[in-house]
T-cell receptor, first 111, second 113 residues
């Protein structure tokens, strides 16, 4: 069945450094790849997404890249700040079908 | 604009008891989902409903049933609760057309003792 692998499970960076989280998906028909941020005790919320017809998307300090051939996509956060500390989830879906999440990455930004 | 609303927010059950988690969305979305989130783990899909009148199993459906009551409401039922079902449950919805984000409810923290 469909599967999304996410690495690393935990990541600690110094404030101001960059953070990179990587995901690999199994369903080659997946065409939508969102990233969610979940703060402690809160619901997941979308921070950026990318569709299969685009290779890269950027929104201020956050960027996502997609390699359809290798079936992997990555989240890049530059100039990290303490408020970036949270759990980040990637996901993959196609149309109305299953919306499968990765296992999450706990990011800690050290001041 | 309420978005996705789940009830209850907290619940404690005894082993063997049954209960229904309610979810309603006011965004006219076609697809709805139920996930569980265990400590240190990701969001695992229990059941989903691609559109009104249809439901399908996700990654971890055992011990659960669902009902898509109408376009707005999607309920999750535990017939005989077990301690292994202690978790935080999230309902989500998304528009079926195109490739779109999922909006989550605030979650239900369920403890089975």
């Amino acid at each position: 069945g469909e599967n999304v692998e996410q690495h690393p499970s935990t990541l600690s960076v110094q404030e101001g450094d960059s953070a990179v989280i990587k995901c690999t998906y199994s369903d080659s028909a997946s065409n939508y790849f969102p990233w969610y941020k979940q703060e402690l005790g809160k619901r997941p919320q979308l921070i950026i997404d990318i569709r299969s017809n685009v290779g890269e998307k950027k929104d201020q300090r956050i960027a996502v890249t997609l390699n359809k051939t290798a079936k992997h996509f990555s989240l890049h956060i530059t100039e990290t700040q303490p408020e970036d500390s949270a759990v980040y989830f990637c996901a993959a879906s196609r149309g109305t079908y299953k919306y499968i999440f990765g296992t999450g990455t706990r990011l800690k930004v050290l001041a | 604009n309420a978005g996705v609303t789940q009830t209850p927010k907290f619940q404690v059950l005894k082993t063997g008891q049954s209960m229904t988690l309610q979810c309603a969305q006011d965004m006219n979305h076609n697809s709805m989902y139920w996930y569980r989130q265990d400590p240190g783990m990701g969001l695992r899909l229990i059941y989903y409903s691609a559109s009104e009148g249809t439901t399908d199993k996700g990654e971890v459906p055992n011990g659960y049933n669902v009902s898509r009551l109408n376009k707005r409401e999607f309920s999750l039922r535990l017939e005989s609760a077990a301690p292994s079902q202690t978790s935080v449950y999230f309902c989500a919805s998304r528009q079926a057309q195109g490739r779109t984000e999922a909006f989550f409810g605030q979650g239900t923290r369920l403890t089975v003792v």
